[in-house]
C-alpha cells in the first residue's frame, strides 16, 4: 500500500532515502528548512569565485557508485570524477612537506626515503586495512544495528577479531611505522571521523585504505555536484520538494506520527524520517515523553569537533596541490584542545583546499580559491576579532611554508564556525560532523534509527549508523527505506 511519507531535511541522507522510497511507489515529499537541497553540501558565490561550503573529500568512490547503481544509474550521468595527483599534500615543520602520490609504487619509495623498510610495512598495512574496507562494506556498514543481536552471527563474530574495534588506531599505526610525520600522515583521515587517534578504533585503518588505494577524487562542479546528483535521482523517481519550510512539531496520536508542522502549514504523513539534526528533532519537535534521549544523553556524547571555516579568494596563483594539510604545529596540543580540555587552540593544525587547481570555472583567470578549516571543539563561543586573528595566523603560517606572498593579493574573505552551524542546520553544540566514532559510539551503540515511543518516527543522517561523511550519508539513507520497507510489508 501505498504511504505518505514526509521527509524533514534534504541532506544526503534524507534525499538518499526519499529516493529510495519513491521508487517502491511512496508519495514521498521532502521538506527542507532552508532555501535549497544539500544540507551541508552548499556553495558561496562572490566575486566571481566560487566556494564549497562543507565537505571537500571525495573519498570511496564505490559507494557513490552502489548508490547510483540502485537506480540503473552511473556518477558519470552526472559528474566527472579527476583522481586528484598528488592526493593531497602534508607540510611539516621547516617548511618540509611531503606529497601523497597518485602512484602507488611512488608513495613508497618516497616513504622509503622517511623511514628504511617503511615500504614493506605500508604493503602490510594497507592490506589489513583493505580486508577491513571489505568486510565493513560487506558485512556491517548496511545493517539497521537496531540490536545487538544483528552481529550475533558467525558469519559477522569471525569477522570481529580482524576488525580490531578494541584496539586504538593510534596504537595500531605505531605498530607499523617510527617515524612521527608518517604517524601523523596517517592518523590525519581519523581526524575526520571525529575523534582523536587514542579513541578511535583501529577498525578505522579502512580510511587509509580508502584514502591511498582508492584515491581521492574530485567531481565536476565541486562537491555540490554530488547534492545536485542525489537530489535529481529523488525527481526521477517522483519526490516532491519543499523548501524555506522549518518544521515547528511533530503530532502523534496513540503511538504514531499522523502530521507535522512548518511555519505556514501542517503535512499529514503516514510514516515521518527526521534528516534534520536528531537532537534538535528530539528535543524541539517532540514532547518529553515521546523522545528517545534525555538532554543528559546528549551531553554525554564525544562529539566530533566543529570547524572555523574560511573561504579566501586571491587575485594571483600560488604553487600547492588541490588539498594541503598543515601539521607544522604540535599535532598532540591542537588534539588535547579539541577533545580533553576544549578551548580554542593557539597553534593549530590546519586544512587548504585550492580547488581552483583542478577547476578553473572557481576563479577567475589568474586567481585561486582557498577553503581553509581549522577543527575546533564544540560548543565554544567566538567574536570576529577571534576568527580575525586565525585568519592572520592562517595567512603567516601558508605564506611561511609555501614561501608565497599572498596577504596582498587578497580581495575575498568569508568566515563560517560554530555560530553559522547552528542557525543553519540546528547542530548539536555547532558540530560539523555529528557523532565521534569511538567504540562505545559504533554500531548498535550510536542513536537509533527508529522511534522507540512512535511507530513511524525513523531517523537517519550523521547522528544515527553508520556516521559522518558523505558516502555514509548515502548509506544511512538507504539503511533506513529498506527499515521502513521492511516495517511496512
Request: glycine share 6%; proline share 6%; net charge positive.
Amino acid at each position: 500500500m501505498k504511504k505518505n511519507i514526509i521527509v524533514i531535511g534534504s541532506g544526503l541522507a534524507g534525499m538518499a532515502s526519499a529516493a529510495y522510497l519513491a521508487k517502491e511507489g511512496h508519495r514521498v515529499k521532502v521538506v527542507e528548512k532552508n532555501s535549497t537541497y544539500g544540507g551541508r553540501l552548499q556553495t558561496y558565490k562572490e566575486k566571481g569565485f566560487t566556494f564549497d561550503l562543507g565537505p571537500s573529500w571525495y573519498w570511496m568512490p564505490d559507494l557513490f557508485e552502489s548508490f547510483f547503481s540502485d537506480f540503473d544509474r552511473k556518477a558519470s550521468d552526472y559528474y566527472t570524477l579527476t583522481r586528484l595527483d598528488p592526493g593531497y599534500r602534508v607540510y611539516f615543520e621547516d617548511k618540509e612537506f611531503f606529497d601523497v602520490p597518485e602512484n602507488y609504487k611512488k608513495l613508497k619509495k618516497n616513504l622509503e626515503k622517511i623511514e628504511p623498510g617503511s615500504s614493506d610495512a605500508l604493503d602490510e598495512f594497507l592490506s589489513d586495512g583493505k580486508i577491513k574496507y571489505e568486510i565493513a562494506v560487506k558485512k556491517f556498514i548496511y545493517k539497521p544495528s537496531l540490536s545487538p543481536f544483528e552481529y550475533i552471527r558467525l558469519d559477522l563474530i569471525k569477522h570481529l577479531g580482524r576488525l580490531a574495534i578494541f584496539k586504538p588506531i593510534s596504537k595500531h599505526i605505531r605498530e607499523f611505522f617510527t617515524d612521527k610525520r608518517i604517524i601523523q600522515m596517517l592518523e590525519f583521515p581519523g581526524l575526520l571521523l571525529g575523534a582523536k587517534p587514542s579513541k578511535t578504533p583501529a577498525l578505522y585503518s579502512l580510511m587509509n585504505y580508502a584514502d591511498i588505494k582508492l584515491g581521492t577524487w574530485y567531481p565536476s562542479g565541486g562537491i555540490r555536484s554530488v547534492a545536485t546528483a542525489v537530489q535529481s535521482v529523488a525527481v526521477e523517481q517522483g519526490v516532491e520538494f519543499v523548501y524555506d519550510e522549518p518544521i515547528k512539531k511533530i503530532h502523534k496520536k496513540d503511538r504514531s506520527v499522523f502530521e507535522v508542522i512548518s511555519k505556514n502549514r501542517s503535512y499529514e504523513a503516514d510514516i515521518v524520517i527526521a534528516n534534520a539534526d536528531y537532537e534538535h528533532v528530539e528535543t524541539n519537535l517532540l514532547d518529553k515523553k515521546y523522545r528517545n534521549y534525555s538532554k543528559a544523553y546528549w551531553n554525554k556524547r564525544t562529539m566530533s569537533p566543529s570547524a572555523l571555516l574560511f573561504y579566501i579568494g586571491i587575485n594571483k596563483k600560488i604553487n600547492i596541490p588541490h588539498h594541503c594539510l598543515f601539521f607544522d604545529t604540535n599535532f598532540n596540543s591542537h588534539v588535547k584542545d579539541i577533545y580533553d580540555d576544549p578551548k580554542w587552540p593557539d597553534n593549530p593544525l590546519f586544512y587548504v583546499s585550492c580547488t581552483s587547481k583542478t577547476d578553473l570555472d572557481v576563479a577567475p583567470s589568474g586567481s585561486e580559491a582557498l577553503f581553509v578549516l581549522i577543527p575546533v571543539a564544540p560548543d565554544l563561543t567566538d567574536e570576529p576579532a577571534l576568527r580575525n586573528s586565525y585568519l592572520d595566523q592562517v595567512l603567516d603560517r601558508i605564506e611561511q611554508k609555501t614561501g608565497e606572498s599572498i596577504r596582498s593579493n587578497v580581495v575575498l574573505t568569508r568566515s563560517y564556525a560554530h555560530k553559522e552551524f547552528i542557525s543553519d542546520f540546528n547542530s548539536f553544540k555547532g558540530n560539523a560532523y555529528g557523532l565521534a566514532n569511538t567504540l562505545f559510539q559504533t554500531a548498535f551503540l550510536k542513536p537509533k534509527i527508529k522511534n522507540s515511543r512512535l511507530s513511524n518516527l525513523y531517523y537517519t543522517g550523521q547522528l544515527t549508523v553508520p556516521g559522518p561523511g558523505m558516502p555514509p550519508a548515502l548509506v544511512s539513507g538507504k539503511i533506513v527505506a529498506k527499515q521502513v520497507m521492511k516495517d511496512n510489508s
